[in-house]
C-alpha cells in the first residue's frame, strides 16, 4: 500500500494542473531516500477538498461508472430541492468549459443529487434534481466552467443506500 499511496495510484486524482502538480510535489516531498513515508504520502489526499464530507470519491477525467454507498456516511444537511441523507461527495475537475451530465443509473433507494462550486458552502449550490432520472433515480445536467466541483450523491427525504453515478462530459 504505501508504493501505491507514494506513487500517486492511491486515489489516482485528476483535476486541474495546479491541483495536479500539488499532489504531486506532497508525494515527492513523502518519498525518502529508500522508503516511503506512508502517513505523510496519505496526507497529500485529505484535507483539501471537503471538511464536512472528508471521504471523497474523484471523477475520471474521461467520465464513466462510479459505484458508490451512502449508508451511514455523515450529512451536511438539505439541498435546495431536498435530501439529509447520508452523503457521498464525487469531486468532478474540469479543465475547459464543457457541458457535463451527472445520471444515477441504478439504485436500492431513492435518490438526489447537488452540484457545488465550494464543497463546504450550501450557498454555492449550482443545480438540484430529485427525480429528474428513470423513477426515482436523479439527473442533472450543467455548462461547467473550468474548475472543481463537488457533486454530493444524497437521498430524498433521508434516505441512504447504494447505487451507481454515470458521469458524461
Do not use: W
Not at 13 to 41: V, W, Y
Not at 87 to 107: D, E, M, S
Amino acid at each position: 500500500e504505501c508504493l501505491d499511496i507514494c506513487t500517486g495510484q492511491f486515489r489516482a486524482p485528476t483535476g486541474g494542473e495546479a491541483l495536479l502538480i500539488g499532489i504531486m510535489t506532497c508525494l515527492k516531498a513523502a518519498r525518502g531516500e529508500d522508503e516511503c513515508d506512508a502517513e505523510r504520502a496519505a496526507s497529500c489526499f485529505r484535507g483539501a477538498f471537503c471538511n464536512e464530507v472528508p471521504d471523497v470519491i474523484f471523477a475520471p477525467a474521461e467520465g464513466g461508472q462510479i459505484n458508490y454507498d451512502t449508508t451511514g456516511r455523515n450529512s451536511v444537511g438539505r439541498a435546495n430541492c431536498g435530501g439529509g441523507g447520508g452523503q457521498q461527495v464525487v469531486v468532478v475537475p474540469v479543465g475547459q468549459r464543457t457541458n457535463v451530465r451527472f445520471t444515477i443509473t441504478a439504485a436500492n433507494y431513492d435518490t438526489l443529487i447537488h452540484l457545488r462550486a465550494d464543497c463546504d458552502e450550501a450557498d454555492s449550490e449550482i443545480a438540484c434534481n430529485d427525480d429528474g432520472g428513470v423513477g426515482t433515480l436523479s439527473q442533472l445536467s450543467a455548462v461547467l466552467d473550468p474548475g472543481i466541483y463537488y457533486l454530493y450523491i444524497d437521498g430524498f427525504a433521508g434516505r441512504e443506500g447504494t447505487g451507481t453515478l454515470e458521469i458524461v462530459f
